[in-house]
């Protein structure tokens, strides 16, 4: 091969080389404006109409939920919330029990050992009972 030639063929080794040691990108989700929009107006409801009345843990607890939840739906341990918010998980689960009671969330599904993760569907505003 000729020095040039030999200098292109080198380059592209290189390139192929470079593109197969990236790491493959997963395809991200499409922007879906109603769906964002809807998820400001809870979180700004919640914020406008509900946070005053709620203990810090509460707020630190309906928030992270609020954070992990797809399609109305979290999926999460209360070992992981606990994590995240800086609280033991005794008290993420007395938090979920008074958010329950508020009617701000409904647990769907009991998680644990050999059960999976909890799930829990959350609302914005306090249900008046």
């Given at each position: 091969m000729t020095e040039p030639r030999r200098l292109r063929h080198v380059e592209r080794v290189r390139?192929?080389?470079d593109d197969a040691a990236k790491p493959e990108r997963k395809p991200t989700t499409p922007h879906n404006p109603k769906r964002d929009a809807s998820r400001w107006?809870?979180?700004?409801?919640?914020?406008?109409?509900?946070?005053?009345?709620?203990k810090p843990r509460q707020v630190a607890v309906w928030l992270t939920l609020f954070r992990d939840c797809r399609k109305g739906v979290?999926?999460?341990?209360q070992t992981?919330?606990?994590r995240?918010?800086?609280l033991r998980r005794p008290t993420v689960s007395?938090?979920?029990g008074e958010l329950e009671a508020l009617g701000l969330v409904t647990t769907l599904h009991q998680g644990g050992l050999n059960r999976g993760m909890s799930r829990y569907r959350i609302?914005?505003?306090i249900q008046r009972r």
């Open positions: 390139a192929a080389v107006h809870e979180l700004n409801q919640f914020i406008d109409c509900t946070m005053r009345e709620l979290a999926t999460t341990s992981d919330i606990a995240r918010c800086g007395g938090a979920i609302q914005s505003l």
